[in-house]
């Protein structure tokens, strides 16, 4: 049985306005665990806002470097909301996907603000060999301006919760294909790029990613797995993004606001004037 999505729980608040208090009713964006399990091999924890469950998976196995190809990925059992193990998502992999401990595979952590833990290593991205993205397309500086209100018009869990990150990705005219929500940014990433993976979409060259909140170190790798040119985050990205971002090759935009943003690496892909 699939899983119900509880993305949004209510609660019973105070709220204090001007020197009066209230009781009233609030929503609150859901958290809870998830484990991914192949056979004996636990392959990863993160703390997530359930729903869209097979995309994290698909996409944080895909962009941690656990799974490279669609056939890979031979079944995923989700569990019911009644099941004991309701935060327990086992998967059936290849036999040719190897894994052992130590390898790109080991048991790690990942807090829904921090990224993957254990990984915020460009020398090990290095031995994973990724390529760098496609540099044919050139992106309009006008269509990116419009995509920060057609991200914030799609965040349907944000306007009752305002607890949400969000991830969508746009095609090349600035269209919006796919949008999704969670408490932590990484992971509404990897539901991005685990839609793109279930529907054999990867790689996503001629694409653009569009975070809220920062462009962290592992919002740029995960963008870099997936083969997406341009990186775009309403907010600072940081200096690791940066490094990673020049090293390999990723357009990265942050303060995207308004009819402004900041080019930190390859500026050739956006079609603005040389500066002065």
Not at 11 to 31: C, M, N
Not at 68 to 78: A, D, G, T
Not at 162 to 185: P, T
Request: charged share 25%.
């Amino acid at each position: 049985m699939a899983q119900k999505s509880r993305t949004i729980e209510l609660t019973q608040v105070t709220e204090w306005d001007d020197g009066k208090s209230t009781r009233v009713e609030d929503f609150l964006a859901a958290e809870e665990p998830l484990e991914m399990r192949a056979g004996r091999y636990s392959l990863g924890i993160t703390l997530r806002t359930p729903g869209n469950d097979e995309e994290l998976v698909a996409g944080f196995l895909f962009s941690e470097g656990i799974l490279s190809r669609r056939e890979h990925l031979v079944s995923m059992r989700l569990p019911g909301n009644d099941d004991p193990e309701r935060n327990l998502v086992r998967v059936t992999l290849d036999p040719k996907v190897r894994l052992a401990q130590g390898s790109a595979a080991r048991r790690f952590s990942a807090g829904s603000a921090c990224g993957v833990c254990g990984k915020a290593s460009i020398v090990e991205l290095r031995r994973r060999g990724l390529r760098r993205p496609e540099a044919a397309t050139v992106f309009d500086p006008e269509m990116l301006c419009r995509l920060p209100e057609k991200l914030r018009a799609a965040q349907a869990v944000f306007g009752r919760t305002g607890g949400l990150h969000a991830a969508a990705l746009f095609n090349s005219a600035g269209e919006l294909l796919v949008v999704r929500e969670d408490i932590g940014r990484h992971n509404a990433v990897d539901k991005v790029i685990g839609w793109a993976f279930l529907e054999n979409r990867l790689p996503l060259g001629g694409h653009v990613l569009l975070v809220s909140g920062r462009g962290g170190f592992e919002i740029v790798q995960k963008a870099i797995a997936a083969g997406i040119p341009l990186l775009a985050s309403v907010s600072a990205p940081s200096s690791l993004a940066v490094q990673l971002a020049r090293e390999l090759g990723l357009t990265l935009a942050g303060f995207l606001r308004g009819r402004r943003f900041v080019l930190y690496s390859e500026e050739n892909r956006i079609a603005v004037s040389a500066p002065k």
